[in-house]
């Protein structure tokens, strides 16, 4: 696949990656094979170019690298941290921690915002050992509060996603056993529609 070198950037892990890069690394595992210069087209291009490599993952390891957690809960994770960029994740998180998840208890919602990270799942353990990249960059850091939305990798904001939603139940635990037959839904990633 051939790429404008400023969409690419945004696919790679720079300070320029969004939500697009976030879906692209837990959907694929992407490659960047070669830069291409605007000198082998014609006519020229005002923009650098490169070509990558996706190479899409199927279900069971997507169920893998998701950890339990549903994609429409990831989404609303990277939503809300993505859409104030510039602030930590803590203060990018508060308002949509009070408004929809922890329904306006203030309590709950710095209970969160103060743990530490979750124990990685057995899965993610196993897909470490086994060398998998995605594994190997999925462990949250125990600052991970002050830190930016572009300073963690996708895999991290799976451990974010499952903190926030899953952190507190236990249900939750037994259920990470059998993720082999979590939905993984349709149209999580499709644009919504009036601001929904």
């Known amino acids: 696949m051939k790429l404008d070198k400023g969409l690419l950037q945004n696919l790679a892990s720079t300070k320029d990656y969004g939500i697009l890069s976030v879906v692209f690394q837990l959907y694929a595992d992407c490659e960047l094979h070669f830069k291409i210069p605007p000198t082998v087209f014609y006519p020229q291009p005002k923009v650098n170019s490169a070509l990558i490599g996706l190479h899409f993952i199927g279900p069971r390891k997507l169920r893998e690298r998701l950890s339990g957690v549903q994609p429409n809960e990831l989404r609303r994770v990277l939503t809300a941290t993505f859409q104030q960029r510039r602030k930590t994740v ?100 499709r644009k919504m529609k009036h601001g929904k």
């Open 90 to 189: 803590r203060n990018s998180l508060k308002k949509f921690l009070l408004n929809e998840v922890c329904g306006g208890d203030k309590e709950k919602v710095n209970q969160i915002l103060d743990s530490d990270p979750l124990p990685l799942t057995q899965a993610t353990i196993e897909a470490r050992e086994r060398g998998d990249k995605f594994a190997l960059s999925q462990e949250l850091p125990s600052d991970w509060v002050r830190k930016r939305p572009e300073q963690l990798s996708p895999g991290q904001f799976v451990e974010l996603t499952r903190l926030v939603f899953h952190g507190d139940t236990d249900a939750h635990q037994s259920n990470q056993a059998d993720h082999g037959e979590m939905a993984l839904g349709r149209k999580v990633w």
